[in-house]
C-alpha cells in the first residue's frame, strides 16, 4: 500500500543475535529474516528475475500439487505496473506485494490469497483497473484486491481512513482473506517504517497497536500478531523495550536456561511412555517477557520461554499432559483446557506448568501438529474457506450473503452496528473499543421460543443481551429474567447465562441516559445515543399514579379454614407466606394466645425455631375457601387496574385488599389479598393475571417476617 521503507540495516537493533542453543527448537516462523534475504538473494536491486520463484517454492512447500502459472501472470502484471515506482527507502516498489506475497505464502495461504497479494497495490497505484483484473483472474481475486484498496483522500478528507477500514471490514465479512492481506501488508510496512517521520511511525504504530493488533488476534494469525506487537513496542516505548531486549541478551549469554535440558527430560519421560511427541523450547518475544516482567516482578530463568510438545493426535495430547503430570509436579493453577472449549479465534491447545525437582517451573504448550499450524496462521491455514457451489437453476431476485464458515460473533457483530453508526468518527473510536475486548461469552437468548446463541464481550449486561438481539426494538425494555429470576438490566452476565427480554407494550417507551453507563456493545451505545438524541424529552411513557391502599369488605366469609391442635386457640393465616390448602403448614403462638400459621418453608419458621418457639400443629379444615396474598410485576400502562381487576373476578375471587406502589423505571407492583372459594383454582387465577397485557410476573406474597 503506502511506499514507506527504509534500509533494515538502519535498525540493527530490531534484530537481535540467534540464540545457537535455541534454534533447533525454534518454531515461530522467522519472517523478518525471510522478507528480504529470500527476497532480494544476490541479485541487484534494479532486477529481480527470480523474485517469484522464492514464493512459488515457500507455497509448494504447503500445497505441493499448487500451479505456479497463475502467480507467474500474476507478478507480470504487477511487476509491469508498478515499474518505476520507488519506495521512500529507494527499492523497487515491486519489493513490497512480493514479501507480502512471501509472509502469506510461508504461512501456507492459498493460491487464490497469494494472487490477490501480488497484485494488492495495482489498483489503488498505478493505472490497472478492478474490471482488468476481474477479467484475467476472475471474480475471487477481483473482490480481494478491491477489499484492501484505499479510499482516496481526495474524496474523503479526514475520514479516508476510518472508511477505508470499514470497508475492509465489511470485505472481509464476506471473505476473511481480504484481512489476511491487510495484516501481511500492514507487517511489512511496520518492518520498513523507519524512513519516516517519528511522528508519523508514532501515528500508524498506534492504529496498528488498537487495530490491527486486536484484528490479528481475533483471527488467530499469531504468527503476524507477535511481530506486529514487538514493532509497535520498538516506536511506541523505545525505553522499555530496549530494557527487555537487554534482559533478552543477557539472559542469553549467561548461557544458564534451564528449559533445553527440561525438554530433554521431557523427551525422555514421553518416549518412555510410547507417546511420539517433539519436545521444542519456544523463547518468549519482546512483548511477552515484557508482560511477564509486569506480572512476576524479577524474572527467573524459565521465563523466557515455554516448552512446545507437538503430537500426532488428539488423543495423544491428553496422554502426553497425563504423564507429565505424573513424572513431574503440576502447578494445578496454570492448567487450561483450549482443545475442549476452543478459543474464539479457532486456538486450540493444552496449557500446564510443572515444577522440576529442581525447583524449576516451566510452562508447556500441547498440541497436535495441525493445531500448532492454526495456532501460527489462524483463518490462513484453513486455506479457502469458500468451497465451490453449483449455479442455481434460477436466479434469485436477490444478492444473498456468502455463507463463511470461519465468521466469528465479534465480525457479525461489527458488521451489524457498522451500518447505524452515524458518521466515520463514531465508527473510528467504536471500533477501537470493540477491539480492545479481548475475551468473549456466550449467552442464550429468549422470547418464549427456542434460545439463541449471542456471543458478547467479556463484562456485557443484560442492556447488550437486549440489543443483540432485538436492535431497535429493545428500546422498549424494563428488564429481563436472567436464568429465570427478574434482574435490572445493568447486570453483568457470564458466560451460559439465559436472558429473557421483557419489553413494555407502549410504543413510546425508551431508554434512559442511564442506559449507557451499562451498555458494553457499539451496538448498544449507537441505538441508545441515537434515541437519546432524537427524543430529548425523555421517554414520553406516562407514570401510573401511586394508589393508597384499597380496602374492599368481602361478601363471603373471612373466617380462617385452619385449625390448630390447641385448645381455644384462635387462628391467624401469617401475611408472609400467605398459606392456603393444601400448602404444607406449621404455627407458632404469638401475643394473646393467637396461633399464627405459616408455610413450613416460610423463612418465619426457621427465625422463630431459633429462638426457641414451639410450633403447634395445624391442618386445614374440610371447607374449600382460603384467603390468598397475591404481588403482580407489571409495565406501566393506562387501565392496568382495572384489566387485573377484570381478570380476578372473572376466576370468581373476591378483593379483600389491593395496593399499587408508585411506579419505578417503568414497572408497577400491584400487591392483592384475595378471597377464593377453593383453594385449588389458585394456579388457574395466577396464569390469568400473567395473561393480562403489560403483566409480566405474579407471585405469592414473601414480606419479610419477625420473630
Not at 100 to 110: H, K, P, S, Y
Amino acid at each position: 500500500m503506502s511506499a514507506e521503507a527504509t534500509n533494515p540495516d538502519a535498525c540493527p537493533e530490531q534484530r537481535p543475535a540467534p540464540t545457537p542453543g535455541r534454534r533447533r527448537g525454534r518454531t515461530r516462523l522467522d519472517l523478518r529474516r525471510l522478507g528480504r534475504a529470500a527476497l532480494l538473494g544476490p541479485a541487484s536491486r534494479d532486477r529481480l528475475p527470480d523474485a517469484i520463484g522464492h514464493v512459488v517454492d515457500a507455497h509448494r512447500a504447503h500445497h505441493p500439487e499448487a500451479d505456479p502459472g497463475v502467480l507467474h501472470r500474476a507478478y507480470v502484471l504487477a511487476e509491469s505496473s508498478h515499474r518505476g515506482q520507488m519506495r521512500k527507502s529507494g527499492e523497487p516498489y515491486i519489493t513490497h506485494p512480493l514479501a507480502v506475497t512471501l509472509i502469506l505464502a510461508q504461512l501456507g495461504a492459498e493460491t487464490t490469497t497469494l494472487t490477490a497479494s501480488l497484485l494488492h497495490d495495482t489498483v489503488e497505484d498505478t493505472e490497472v483497473t478492478l474490471d482488468q483484473v476481474r477479467t484475467e483472474f476472475g471474480e475471487e481475486v477481483c473482490f480481494l484486491v478491491d477489499g484492501v484498496t484505499k479510499l482516496e483522500k481526495v474524496d474523503y478528507g479526514a475520514a479516508a481512513e476510518p472508511e477505508t477500514f470499514r470497508k475492509m471490514l465489511v470485505a472481509t465479512g464476506n471473505d476473511v482473506r481480504v484481512m489476511s492481506i491487510k495484516l501481511a501488508d500492514r507487517l511489512h510496512n511496520m518492518r520498513t517504517l523507519g524512513v519516516m517521520r517519528p511522528e508519523k511511525q508514532a501515528r500508524i504504530a498506534r492504529v496498528t497497536r488498537d487495530v490491527l493488533i486486536p484484528l490479528a488476534e481475533r483471527l488467530g494469525v499469531q504468527a503476524l500478531k507477535t511481530e506486529l506487537e514487538d514493532l509497535v513496542f520498538q516506536i511506541l516505548h523505545p525505553e522499555e523495550c530496549a530494557r527487555i531486549r537487554s534482559l533478552i541478551a543477557t539472559h542469553t549469554a549467561d548461557g544458564a536456561d534451564p528449559l533445553p535440558t527440561i525438554a530433554e527430560a521431557f523427551r525422555a519421560a514421553l518416549k518412555e511412555a510410547g507417546i511420539p511427541a517433539d519436545v521444542q523450547v519456544r523463547p518468549r518475544h519482546t512483548v511477552s517477557v515484557h508482560r511477564i516482567s509486569h506480572k512476576r516482578g524479577t524474572l527467573r530463568g524459565p521465563d523466557f520461554g515455554r516448552l512446545l510438545v507437538l503430537v500426532g493426535e488428539d488423543a495423544d495430547c491428553y496422554g502426553a499432559l497425563g504423564e507429565l503430570h505424573t513424572c513431574f509436579t503440576p502447578v494445578i493453577s496454570e492448567f487450561k483446557d483450549f482443545i475442549a472449549v476452543p478459543k474464539f479465534n479457532l486456538y486450540q491447545s493444552l496449557h500446564t506448568a510443572v515444577a522440576t525437582p529442581a525447583g524449576e517451573v516451566a510452562e508447556v504448550l500441547i498440541r497436535t501438529r495441525q493445531m500448532h499450524r492454526v495456532a501460527e496462521a489462524g483463518v490462513i491455514a484453513l486455506g479457502n474457506p469458500y468451497p465451490a457451489v453449483p449455479e442455481p437453476a434460477e436466479p434469485s431476485g436477490a444478492a444473498e450473503e456468502r455463507a463463511d464458515p470461519t465468521r466469528p460473533g465479534w465480525l457479525s457483530r461489527l458488521l451489524d452496528w457498522q451500518q447505524s453508526a452515524p458518521d466515520p468518527d463514531t465508527f473510528w473510536s467504536s471500533l477501537r473499543e470493540e477491539l480492545a475486548q479481548d475475551r468473549e461469552i456466550t449467552v442464550f437468548c429468549s422470547d418464549g421460543g427456542a434460545p439463541r446463541a449471542v456471543s458478547l464481550p467479556a463484562g456485557a449486561s443484560c442492556v447488550d443481551a437486549v440489543y443483540a438481539q432485538y436492535g431497535e426494538a429493545a428500546h422498549a425494555c424494563i428488564g429481563a429474567r436472567i436464568n429465570g429470576r427478574l434482574a435490572a438490566l445493568g447486570t453483568l452476565l457470564v458466560d451460559g447465562d439465559t436472558v429473557h427480554p421483557l419489553l413494555a407494550q407502549d410504543a413510546s417507551a425508551g431508554p434512559s441516559p442511564e442506559w449507557l453507563d451499562h451498555a458494553r456493545t457499539p451496538a448498544a451505545r449507537i441505538a441508545i445515543s441515537g434515541w437519546l438524541r432524537a427524543h430529548p424529552g425523555g421517554s414520553q411513557v406516562q407514570p401510573v399514579a401511586p394508589r393508597a391502599p384499597l380496602a374492599v369488605t368481602s361478601a363471603r366469609g373471612t373466617g380462617v379454614n385452619a385449625v390448630a391442635e390447641l385448645p381455644d386457640a384462635t387462628v391467624r393465616l401469617a401475611g408472609c407466606c400467605t398459606p392456603v390448602p393444601p400448602d404444607r403448614v406449621t404455627g407458632f403462638v404469638v401475643r394473646g394466645g393467637v396461633v399464627t400459621v405459616h408455610r413450613v418453608q416460610c423463612a418465619a419458621v426457621e427465625q422463630m425455631s431459633s429462638v426457641g418457639r414451639t410450633p403447634v400443629t395445624v391442618h386445614w379444615r374440610a371447607t374449600a375457601d382460603c384467603r390468598v396474598t397475591l404481588v403482580a410485576e407489571s409495565f406501566g400502562r393506562p387501565h392496568l387496574l382495572a384489566d387485573l381487576t377484570e381478570a380476578i373476578s372473572r376466576q370468581g375471587a373476591d378483593i379483600v385488599a389491593a395496593t399499587v406502589d408508585p411506579p419505578t423505571a417503568q414497572r408497577v407492583r400491584h400487591t392483592y389479598t384475595l378471597q377464593l372459594p377453593d383453594a385449588t383454582g389458585l394456579p388457574a387465577l395466577m396464569r390469568a393475571m400473567r395473561e393480562v397485557a403489560g403483566v409480566y410476573d405474579v407471585s405469592r406474597a414473601q414480606q419479610p417476617a419477625t420473630a
